[in-house]
């Protein structure tokens, strides 16, 4: 049994893949490892804490007790690497987080013990249970109320993170095929106290904050209550920061959240839009977009601009109906629709979701090696077959794509069309940084500095 009078020393491990680290990856567009900082405050403080985030580290080897890592999927073999390093030398490791939810049984041929789920009410046992030299396996972590959550611990986060991170609800109903959300974190929209969320948000020194919730007004007319209720307490409150979201397209159908959302500080609103075409929403299972309509789109955005917030697009290809003038329709479509900033990803069939399911059956992955092929699982490689078309012309055409759509010439255009669209400077920054994060990416440079932590522009 280990001394409870001993201090022990906790780390924990943000890993990130070796490979391509140069290509595709841009420190501006990165979020804090939220998970991490929770664990961290749900520590007693006869522990030490040391986080390591190889987001900005080169990883060395430094003492510990215990270690946790946490990864998604394009990093799990990273984070299996680095857990055998430590499991070598006798220390015992924790993994957790999506993937290792997802695949627990490959996760556990790599740790001491591993967390399915929500870690939150587990982790008190495991601290107990590895004090008594008694750590099980396993321990599945259960979905719980929201309330009373401890605020993470920010101060253990890499001080060059462009902005500050925060989750208000966890949870969603709908069953997109191409997402895992609804498997790891459950369907059912789980919110905290607004209250609780003002008075963590009211501890955040940072000027930008994302709030990392799925969908931040939810799906129900009391879940949009709330999020009315959460921007009008920023408001009273005195909260004053410029900060984006993840919503579906039916925040557009609610002029009072926008108004609100607008007046607290919204300057942009990261939306699922995913295809222009029914057809391929139906493949999708994208039932928003369906509901709401390809149509009806552009009236959407005009909506949210009428409030001086700007929409980046997520868009994604290589679905299986997808041809190659689909391709280039989508990719002219971002450019000339109302989307000011733009996500062009590969669709990517990630464990635990629906997409992987098929595809594994129908044998159409391309890379199976586990663990170490789960680093090609990182939205910009073509890793499955598709139907109408090789791997690797849908690679070609994916390059052509990227590149047509962040040249600079377009980034600036639309950049005006933003401004002149939302008459706010603000916004129109907020678009033009996230596209800039993309054409740096896909030009493979990071010589130009627009980014929305170097940004200075007045609006409301």
């Known amino acids: 049994m280990i001394s409870k009078g001993k201090r022990k020393k906790l780390v924990l491990i943000n890993p990130f893949s070796p490979k391509k680290r140069e290509e595709l990856f841009d420190t501006s567009s990165i979020s804090p490892p939220l998970g991490l900082g929770i664990i961290a405050a749900l520590t007693p403080d006869d522990w030490d804490i ?67 789920g929500e870690a939150e009410c587990v982790w008190a046992s495991i601290l107990e249970d590895y004090t008594r030299n008694s750590l099980k396996k396993r321990y599945v972590g259960e979905m719980q109320d929201l309330s009373n959550a401890v605020f993470p611990r920010r101060d253990l986060f890499h001080n060059a993170y462009s902005y500050a991170n925060i989750q208000t609800t ?38 930008r904050l994302f709030f990392v919730d799925d969908n931040l007004i939810g799906y129900t007319k009391e879940s949009a209550e709330r999020a009315i ?63 709401v309509g390809v149509d009806h789109y552009e009236e959407a955005f005009q909506k949210i601009h009428k409030h001086g917030i700007s929409v980046l697009g997520a868009l994604v290809f290589g679905l299986d109906s997808d041809t190659l003038e689909d391709i280039e329709n989508r990719t002219r479509f971002a450019i000339e629709s109302g989307i000011d900033a733009m996500q062009a990803t590969i669709i990517t069939p990630l464990p635990g979701t629906g997409l992987y399911k098929r595809l594994e059956k129908e044998g159409r992955l391309l890379y ?44 600036y255009r639309k950049m005006l069309k933003t401004l002149k669209e939302t008459k706010n400077p603000k916004a129109a920054a907020w678009a033009f940084a996230s596209n800039t994060e993309r054409h740096n990416t896909a030009f493979g440079t990071k010589k130009t500095s627009w980014n929305i932590n170097k940004i200075r522009t007045e609006g409301h």
Request: hydrophobic share 35%; with cysteine; proline share 3%.
């Open 50 to 116: 040391q986080l390591i985030d190889e987001n900005f580290e080169t990883f060395k080897y430094t003492q510990a007790d215990l270690v946790g890592i946490t990864a998604l999927t394009s990093a799990a073999n990273r984070a299996y690497e680095l857990s055998e390093l430590y499991r070598k030398k006798g220390v015992k490791t924790v993994l957790g987080g999506i993937h290792v939810s997802m695949c627990p049984d490959e996760a556990q041929q790599y740790a001491d013990c591993i967390v399915i």
């Open 170 to 207: 966890r949870g969603c109903p709908m069953r997109c095929d191409f997402c895992s959300v609804h498997t790891f974190n459950g369907s059912k929209y789980r919110a905290r106290p607004v209250d609780e969320v003002l008075d963590e948000i009211e501890t955040i020194p940072d000027e």
């Open 229 to 291: 209720a959460l921007f009008k307490g920023m408001i009273e409150r005195g909260i004053q920061k410029d900060w984006y979201c993840q919503a579906s397209l039916n925040i557009a159908d609610n002029d009072e959240v926008l108004k609100y959302a607008a007046a607290s500080g919204c300057r942009m609103i990261l939306i699922g839009i995913e295809s222009e075409k029914i057809d391929q929403l139906q493949e999708t299972n994208k039932k928003m977009n369906l509901k």
């Open 368 to 411: 199976t090696n586990y663990p170490e092929d789960w680093e090609h699982y990182h939205f910009l490689e073509v890793i499955h077959q598709p139907i109408k078309m090789s791997p690797e012309t849908l690679m070609e055409a994916m390059e052509k794509c990227w590149t047509t759509l962040w040249e600079e010439k377009t980034l």
